[in-house]
Each structure stands twice: as C-alpha cells, then as structure tokens.
C-alpha cells in the first residue's frame, strides 16, 4: 500500500511539474508540457540526458525571443504570411478530419496484413436482367459450397460449365497483399483460411467468390536487372530462336560476362537495356505472376535465374537487392508509408464516416425544417433556366442548416454545391435527394474544419509551429542573414578583426569533374592525359560531365582512399552507389597549410561568422527588451526525470 501511495505520489508531483511555468520572457509564460514536446520532437540522441535539456531550454528560450519580436512588429499579419498559413492549414486539415482511432485500427490492420502474401482465385457470373438474377444467384452458390467441399477447381468448372456453358469464370490472380486489390476484396481474401472459398459477393458487375488458394510470408520488395528476349505469342519459330539466344547469354553469364553489357547488347525492353537492364523496385502483384515468382525465388544478390519464359518471351534476372517487409511498428519509415497509404485508399471512408457521427452533436448541427419538394424546384430554375425564382417559402437566403457557432448554411450554399458537384445530375429530383446527405456531411465538416484548433490540440499546435516557424524566417531574414550578406562593409571590417581565423588548410587549385557514369569519367580521363583542356571537354559533353574549378581544401576534393596530392594529378573516379555517377578531379597546383585567405576566398566563411556574431548581440538586446526567468525548481524536476 505504501509503495503504491508513493508511485501515486511521485507521478502527481510530476504530472504537477509538467502543468507549471518553466520559464517567463517579460509577460509570456511558456508550460513544461510545451517545451517538452518541443524537446522530445527535436531531440538527438545523447548520453547526457541533462546537459541536453540545459542546452535545448538555452536554444527554447531564444526562439521564443525572437518569435516574440516578429510579433512585436506584426509580421503575422503580413498577407504573404497569412497566405501561407492559410495554404498549410488547407495541406494538413484533412489529416485531423477522420476518426483519429479508426485510423490507427486501419494502419494495425494494414501492418498485420503486410505480414504475408496470398494466392488469390475467384469465380465470376456476369449480372444479368430479369429471371436469370435468380439462377446467377444459385450457379454461384452451388460453386462456393462444392469449393469448400473438397472438389477440385478443374472438377468443378467442367461439372458446372457442362450445363451452363462459359456462364462461370475463373481467375488466377497471382499472390495479394495490402492495398493490391479494392477494399472490399482484400477483407474477403484476407478473411479466408488456406485453402477455403468465400461466401458470394455481389457487386454490380455481378458475383464473385474468391479463394485462398495458399499463403505465404511476405516477400517484401526486389530489385532485378533483366535480360528480355521478345517472342511474340503464336510465333513459334521467333520462339524458337529467341529461347536458343537465352540459353546462349545465360552460358555467357555464367562463364563470367558482364550482365549489364549483355543487357545493352540483346535486351528487347526498350526501357532498361541501357540502364543495364536494370528495372524500378517492385513488390506483389506488379507484374506477371511467373515473372515474379522467379524473381523473388533469387536468394541472393548477384544471383541470376536460368532463362524462364511469360507472354512476353524469355528472361534472365539477375537480383541486384531486395527490401524484406519490417516485422516491427518500429520501423517509422515503413509506418510512416503504410499510414500514407491507408489515408490515400477507400478504406478510410470507414474513418471519415465515424468521424461524421461524432462531430455532429459536437457542432449541434441543426437541419432546418423545409419543404424539399420547394427546394427542389427552386434547384431547378437556378440550374436549368438559371434563375433563382422564389419558390413556396425557399429563396437563395432559406436557412439549410444551422451550428452553435452562429453560422448557418444557406439555399444559395446548396446550389453552389450543387453546380460544383462531381456527380451526374440527371435533372430530376431523385439526384438531388441522392447527393443533399452528401451536402449536409460535407458542410458539417467544413463548419468543424474552421474551428478545428479549438477542438484539437494536435491540429493547434501544428498549426502555432508553422507559424512561429515562419516568422522566426521572416525576423532572422530581416535581423540577421539579408543584413549579413548586404553588409559589406561589416563584412569586410570582421574580416580584418578575424584575419587570424581564416586560414587555408592544405589546399590545391583543381577542376573537379561530374559524369554521368563510371564510362564518361573514364573516356574524360584520357582525353585529359591527352592535353585536352577541362573547358573543352565540357563543352563537347554538355549533357554527361560538368566541372567544377577553383581552389579547395584537399579534404573537399573527393578521392577513392588515401591520396598524395602533386601538381599535374588525375584521382581515380569515385562512384556513387546509388546512381552510378562518377568524380573525379584534376589537380593543378598544390599548397601547403596555413597561408592566409584574401577576403573573396574567405568570404562564405565570413559570412557565416558574422550572421552568428549578429545574432548573438540581437539575442542580448532581446534579453534585456524581455526579462527571462527560468523556474528553477520545476527546471530540477525535469532533469531528475531521468
């Protein structure tokens, strides 16, 4: 009991803390709370807990400082500023508009559905008119029971299509997972045990029932590189030929040769074989089925399959890398992309809809009691005849509907809605009575939409972050960095003051090449040892190299591994993993550590130096304009947090 009373005590105490007043600047509080998220946002990690904290508080304090100053003059009322808000708060308010927790359930969901793969089959009946609904209905129910009977699939479509012929069709989807298929399908797939048939489902195409004709682990995503060799369907000579020139390259890959070279040389996919035959990444149920399967079958990378044959022709692959599905919600980036997904797809109608339920009651939504029939008509002569003749009691200005905020939604509202609308308006009163639930929703949300901080904390201090973020842009532009790099005068006078900091490094006069490949950078190479100059070889290959001259620390200038640097040296070309570009650099003239920079090569460094010197005599200015005291008790009680 005692150890409880102490947790209860302790947790109080700091539940306490966090509600207080961390620190004032002249009449302004700033909460615990506010600038722990803060903190916790923008954290590192550190194995100074403390001293991190004292060092972000130092950092706090002086953001809010000069955000308090951009206040002073008003630069959140300028109409650039405002324009900008107004932008990110229409970016960012559809993200708070659905069920919070109903969103969360649908990214778990996903999550566990990413998990594994599943080879998915169904069964389809075209709708039909009149009687033959009713004998769809049957066909389609006799299918689902004699799958989950135990009779094969071939037994069943020769038993069925005997006496209904071609009535039911049968596809192989391949292997699904998340986000493969429409919404409603993945639930029914995604429901099934291995090897078991849904119930039917009826669309207005017609019927369906699916089934689960295996799993397996998820394979992730992959990388290959392909080698095609076209044979069009039917063509069995082209076929013929074009399987004999797979086996001959494949033979050629295994004695050694180089696949990107064979690739340029005899691949039939216009798109890759100069890339090497490489292709963009790709997961389940992106293309033909046989061609995934060999391709995720490869084990490793470097690997390359034996010639298989798709509709297309013949393929070797070879796996460049793969990209397994995390097994964690750990992964923020995988969580992140999931989340992303589940907001862009049609299930998170589900969210909006408990939303909908939710804000009702919360912004009173009050229907006004009207003759529809009357709002009808006067619908009519505004869209069809476009005039707004007042029809029984409904003119343009009939209140629609009401909230407790004092806005109201008007007659004139509705038809604006009603022009604007994506759906197809038939000019009858039935379209109107289909989409005026959708008019009544969508003006509820935008009622909420605009008092959306008053209602969610989260949404409010995006929103107060942004535009703290902006004005604090606005003010260092003004205070500090356009004053820094106008100034130069100042500029040059903190020169001679600093001279002594502004040293060169061991340094070289060079001309640093970019090339597109490893290919250009070497043909350059040799066209420099020739005697071409730097300027000449760019100019030939505008399209492929640029360069870069002037004077650089030798640790700017990129090199393969440790370098002696003399006059007259070509490096070695550096390639950069991720797109195969290539540097290297041509050195001119060598020099020693510490000689004196002049103020022009200096001045990029200068430049820094005195925006930081800038700010930090504004800082003090602030500090005495905006007395700030630090509450050092509630301070304490953060550091022992840990």
Known sequence: MKKLLLIFVFTSSLFYSYSQTLFTYGAHKVDASAFLNAYNKNKTATTNYSQALKDYLDLYINFKLKVQAAKDIHLDTLPSMI????????????????????VNRLVDEAFLRSQKDIHAIYYFIKSDNGDDSVKNANLINKVYKKLNSGETDEDILSKINATTPGKIQKEDIGYITVFTLPYKFENIIYGLK????????????????FKNAGERH?????????????????????KEDAKKLADSVYTALMNGSDFA???????????TFMNGGKMPEFGTAKYDSVFENHAFSLQKDGEISKPFETQFGYHILKRISAEPVPTSKDDEKFMYNLKQQVLNDSRIEIAKEKFLKEIFPVINLTRKKINHQDLWRFTDSALLKNKEVKTGNVNQNTTLLSFNNNQS??????????????????GDHESYKKIFPEFVNQSAISNYASRLEKYNPAFKAQIDEFKEGNMLFEIMQRKVWGHASSDTSGLKKFYELHKQKYLWSASAEAVIFSCSNAEVAKSNIAKLKKGKSWKEIVNENPSSVQADSGRFELGQIPVVDRTAFSDGLITLPVI?????????????????????????????????DYQNYLEQKWIEQLKKKYSVNVNQKVLQSLLNKN
């Open 576 to 608: 950069n993993k991720t797109d195969g570009t290539a540097v290297f650099a041509e050195i001119l003239k060598v020099y020693p550590g510490n000689q004196q920079r002049n103020f022009e090569d200096a001045r990029g460094l200068v430049i820094n």
């Open 261 to 271: 070279m064979l690739a340029k040389q005899f691949s039939d996919d216009r798109t």
């Open 218 to 238: 998820a394979v992730g995503k992959i990388t290959v590189a392909q080698i095609l060799f076209a044979a069009p369907q039917g063509e069995e000579h082209q």
């Open 409 to 426: 939604v008007k007659v004139s509202d509705w038809i604006v809605y009603v022009r604007n609308s994506n759906n197809k308006i038939e």
């Open 194 to 209: 291995p090897g078991t048939a849904s119930a039917p489902f009826r669309t207005k195409s017609g019927w369906y029932v």
């Open 83 to 102: 324009a900008d808000l107004q932008n990110f708060r229409s970016q960012i308010q559809d993200t708070y508009l659905k069920d919070g927790k109903e």
